[in-house]
T-cell receptor, first 113, second 114 residues
Framework: NAGVTQTPKFQVLKTGQSMTLQCAQDMNHEYMSWYRQDPGMGLRLIHYSVGAGITDQGEVPNGYNVSRSTTEDFPLRLLSAAPSQTSVYFC????????????FGNGTRLTVT | TQLLEQSPQFLSIQEGENLTVYCNSSSVFSSLQWYRQEPGEGPVLLVTVVTGGEVKKLKRLTFQFGDARKDSSLHITAAQPGDTGLYLCAGARGVGGSQGNLIFGKGTKLSVKP
């Protein structure tokens, strides 16, 4: 099983550019989420989805959009990149219940200059 | 607001030593998870504890959930270089609902030198 697949692994953007980070899972998980990880800040939740067609904001949603048209895919869109969005982004999925383990992708390292 | 405090933030020890990592909060959690993250990879679940006072063992790793379900600890016996990584605790704020209710600590970065 591939698990959670994130692309690209690395990306450099200029301020103001837009891009989409891709995330796909093949475990039929209802729940999918995006986190950003910054030094000294831990993992912070950006957006999450509990099923196709349903999304909600996490702790740090500003500057990011998401959609969930299928169970498998949960792309994260940066509308107008800013240096403050330089970070490592992780996609995660799980079964719905809060005690279910999160399965993480291997991350996308984004640099905004 | 940081609801989960992990300590220490950094830990560097020699192979064979024992260590304990702490995860503390003023809030009650319905369950708590521990993850380990290696460089360049995503976190991987080690254990979930759900009952106050619960103790779980995973080979040389011992996890404990506090009686009041506000804190947890991870004890590693005879640490090995393969234990090196970032250890994260994550608490669930409710019994129901999804993983959107999961709160992560900032992590403890462990380095075990041979």
């Amino acid at each position: 099983n591939a698990g959670v697949t994130q692309t690209p692994k690395f990306q450099v953007l200029k301020t103001g550019q837009s891009m989409t980070l891709q995330c796909a899972q093949d475990m039929n998980h209802e729940y999918m989420s995006w986190y950003r990880q910054d030094p000294g800040m831990g993992l912070r939740l950006i957006h999450y989805s509990v099923g196709a067609g349903i999304t909600d904001q996490g702790e740090v949603p500003n500057g990011y959009n998401v959609s969930r048209s299928t169970t498998e895919d949960f792309p994260l869109r940066l509308l107008s990149a800013a240096p403050s969005q330089t970070s490592v982004y992780f996609c995660a999925s799980s079964y719905f219940q809060v005690r279910s383990p999160l399965h993480f992708g291997n991350g996308t390292r984004l640099t905004v200059t | 607001t940081q609801l989960l405090e992990q300590s220490p933030q950094f830990l560097s020890i020699q192979e064979g030593e024992n260590l304990t990592v702490y995860c503390n909060s003023s809030s009650v959690f319905s369950s708590l998870q521990w993850y380990r993250q290696e460089p360049g990879e995503g976190p991987v679940l080690l254990v979930t504890v759900v009952t106050g006072g619960e103790v779980k063992k995973l080979k040389r790793l011992t996890f404990q959930f506090g009686d009041a379900r506000k804190d947890s600890s991870l004890h590693i016996t005879a640490a090995q270089p393969g234990d090196t990584g970032l250890y994260l605790c994550a608490g669930a704020r409710g019994v129901g609902g999804s993983q959107g209710n999961l709160i992560f600590g900032k992590g403890t970065k462990l380095s075990v030198k041979p």
